[in-house]
C-alpha cells in the first residue's frame, strides 16, 4: 500500500469518508458489542489517538501494542489472549471493507473457529478453502476466499508460544480435525491491499453503493 502507508496505518486509510476502522467498529457496535480489542503495530500511535476509548461509537476500546514490528496474525491475537477473555470472540482484519453483519452465533461444543468466505475476487482466483455446507474443509470445489473475518474460540491458541507466527496453519489443523465451521457471505467484501483496489472501493461507494447504516 506504500506510498499511502508510510505515515498512515491500513486501517486509518479512508474510503467513503471515513477510515476504514470506523467502518468495522460502526458494525460491531450495531452488533451489540460493547468491546473491542484493536491490535496497534505500525504507527499504531494514529490508532490510538484517532479512537480514544471508544465513546464515539458506544464501545469500550482495548489496545494490545506489538510494537514496531508486527506478530502476524496469529501471534496478535496470541498476544491479545488475556485482553479477550475466555469465551469466542470475533477477529476482523483492519485491511478490509464489508457490509457484513456480525450475527450471534454459538460456536458447536467441538469446534474452534467459524469463518466468513466469500466469492473469489479477481486478485485471488483460486481461493483458500472449501465450504460443505456449514463445514470448512481444506479441499472441495468450490475453493472460496477467506474473508479475514472469523469467530475464534482461545483454545485454538492453546499450543503456541509468544512471538509472531500466522493464523492460517492453526486454521487448517483445525480444518483437519473437522473443528471449523462456516457461511458463505454473498454481500459487500473488498480487500483493500493495494493502491488500486482501494482507489476501486472508494469509487464503488461514491456511487452510492455506501458502508453499513450507523447505529
Known amino acids: 500500500m506504500r506510498p499511502l502507508t508510510d505515515r498512515v496505518p491500513k486501517p486509518l486509510l479512508e474510503a467513503g469518508g471515513k477510515p476504514l476502522l470506523d467502518h468495522h467498529l460502526a458494525a460491531l457496535a450495531a452488533a451489540g458489542v460493547a468491546r473491542v480489542v484493536i491490535n496497534l503495530a505500525w504507527r499504531g500511535a494514529l490508532i490510538r489517538k484517532h479512537v ?73 482466483p483460486h481461493g483458500d478453502f472449501a465450504l460443505d455446507g456449514t463445514r470448512v474443509r481444506l479441499e472441495g470445489e468450490p475453493l472460496l476466499t477467506f474473508s479475514g473475518i472469523g469467530l475464534y474460540r482461545p483454545a485454538l491458541f492453546g499450543d503456541c508460544d ?51 447504516a450507523e447505529p
Request: charged share 20%; proline share 6%.
Open 162 to 212: 509468544a512471538g509472531a507466527f500466522p493464523l492460517a496453519p492453526l486454521l487448517r489443523e483445525a480444518m483437519a480435525e473437522g473443528r471449523v465451521s462456516g457461511e458463505r457471505y454473498a454481500g459487500r467484501w473488498f480487500d483493500v491491499g493495494t493502491p488500486e483496489r482501494l482507489a476501486a472501493l472508494r469509487a464503488a461507494l461514491a456511487a452510492g453503493e455506501g458502508p453499513i
Open 52 to 124: 480514544g476509548d471508544g465513546s464515539a461509537w458506544g464501545i469500550e476500546i482495548v489496545y494490545s501494542d506489538e510494537g514496531e514490528t508486527a506478530l502476524e496474525t496469529g501471534g496478535g491475537i496470541f498476544r491479545a489472549l488475556d485482553a479477550l477473555g475466555a469465551e469466542p470472540f470475533w477477529v476482523v482484519n483492519g485491511d478490509v471493507w464489508t457490509d457484513y453483519r456480525y450475527p450471534s452465533i454459538a460456536l458447536e461444543t467441538h469446534d474452534l473457529a467459524h469463518l466468513v468466505l466469500v466469492d473469489n475476487p479477481q486478485h485471488h
